[in-house]
């Protein structure tokens, strides 16, 4: 239901934009988060919007850096990511959760993606 895309090979420095499109159910009242994960670590919370898009929040590596935001219209959540670095190289993941307010450990999230591979080079 959640379909993760936009990922790939980039330069240290450069930027991918990543998207996030919903089927079979309207993620427009829900909070959308972004989560990562690299080879042999846990999976990390990377950013969240709430559902009014009123609210983003983002992990302490990635803010000044990543960007979160949503087209309820098309029921898409994106993030856009510029002056990527090695340290970014993970599996992306999209997940929605429909707390009152909007959570930041994977437990909290209730639907998932299937992830998209992000790798940055050196």
């Known amino acids: 239901q959640l379909q993760a895309s936009g990922g790939g090979l980039v330069q240290a420095g450069g930027f991918l934009r990543l998207s996030c499109a919903a089927s079979?159910?309207?993620?427009?009242?829900?909070?959308m988060g972004w989560f990562r994960q690299a080879p042999g670590k846990e999976r990390e919370f990377v950013a969240a919007i709430s559902w009014t898009a009123g609210s983003t929040y983002y992990g302490g590596s990635v803010k000044g850096r990543f960007t979160i935001s949503r087209d309820n219209a098309k029921n898409t959540v994106y993030l856009q990511m510029n002056r990527l670095k090695p340290e970014d190289t993970a599996v992306y993941y999209c997940?929605?959760?429909?707390?009152?307010?909007?959570?930041?450990?994977?437990?909290?999230?209730?639907?998932w993606g299937q992830g998209t591979q992000v790798t940055v080079s050196s």
């Open positions: 997940a929605a959760e429909n707390g009152f307010t909007v959570r930041f450990t994977r437990n909290d999230y209730d639907y």
């Open positions: 079979g159910r309207t993620f427009s009242r829900y909070n």
